[in-house]
């Protein structure tokens, strides 16, 4: 049993939905959120810059003596993760290989689609992650990145949001993606927009499964937080810069927790 905090990291306001998806399955763990808002956004950053904000960051949570990392960021998963989990010295967790089993578990037939970041669809992580599971699936991905910035501006349900959809998903959806994994913590916040305009999609959260793999990593490491049922964990949120969409998404996710957004600069 262990009460030290899980770490979360993300470039943003996205990884929210991870946070909020660990805490609903965990709710007696404690969480030290942090979203780097100032440099937001990583997936237009070059390897080298979204490697040396991952281990700022990750030293910051090592500090406060988090008893694992988790990386909701696809940017830096798809980047940094292997050198974290080199480097540092309690689990390191990315979005990425969760993303992908779930998409292998859930398929059926045809190809599997990834939208993502520009940065994320070029190091071809799902790809890799998804053909060492099935060696023979096609992956069809596209960048989406401007979903991002839909979401940052609050128009999650919106003719633009559902415009959006029809431009970057059209094209796989013809070609017979049902599949659809959500690469990019932005993302799920989208879903009904997405939905609206393809009904038939089977959308995979990747904050839903990197919780299940959270609580899968704790227990077989025995750094689970066990104690009376009826506690509740301590949720500490910091950014890099206080934005009104991460207020909002605050109050959406967290509006019955005492937990407020604390600035905090993280730098070398």
Request: glycine share 8%.
């Amino acid at each position: 049993m262990s009460d030290r905090p899980i770490g979360i990291f993300d470039s943003g306001v996205g990884g929210l939905t991870v946070c909020k998806a660990v805490n609903e399955l965990l709710p007696a763990e404690n969480i030290i959120y942090f979203g780097d808002t100032a440099r937001f956004p990583y997936g237009t950053r070059s390897v080298e810059t979204i490697v040396r904000y991952s281990r700022e960051i990750s030293a910051h949570l090592i500090s406060r003596s988090v008893k694992m990392i988790v990386i909701a960021c696809n940017t830096s998963s798809a980047a940094a993760l292997d050198r974290l989990r080199d480097e540092l010295p309690v689990p390191v967790i990315g979005v990425i290989d969760a993303g992908a089993r779930a998409a292998c578990a859930r398929h059926v037939a045809g190809p599997i689609g990834v939208i993502a970041t520009r940065a994320t669809v070029g190091s071809e992580s799902y790809v890799r992650a998804i053909k060492k599971i099935d060696a023979g699936r096609e992956v069809l991905q596209r960048q989406a990145t401007l979903f991002v910035t839909i979401t940052e501006e609050g128009l999650i349900d919106s003719e633009i949001a559902r415009l959006a959809a029809r431009e970057y998903i059209g094209d796989m959806h013809l070609r017979g993606v049902r599949t659809l994994i959500l690469g990019c913590t932005h993302f799920p916040l989208l879903k009904r927009a997405i939905l609206d305009v393809y009904p038939d999609l089977d959308l995979v959260d990747t904050g839903v499964e990197i919780a299940h793999e959270v609580r899968a990593t704790l227990h077989k490491k025995n750094l689970e937080n066990i104690g009376d049922p009826s506690h509740k964990g301590i949720i500490e949120l910091y950014a890099s810069d206080i934005t009104d969409t991460l207020q909002r998404l605050k109050n959406m996710f967290f509006c019955k927790n005492d937990a407020k957004i604390e600035k905090l600069i993280i730098s070398g």
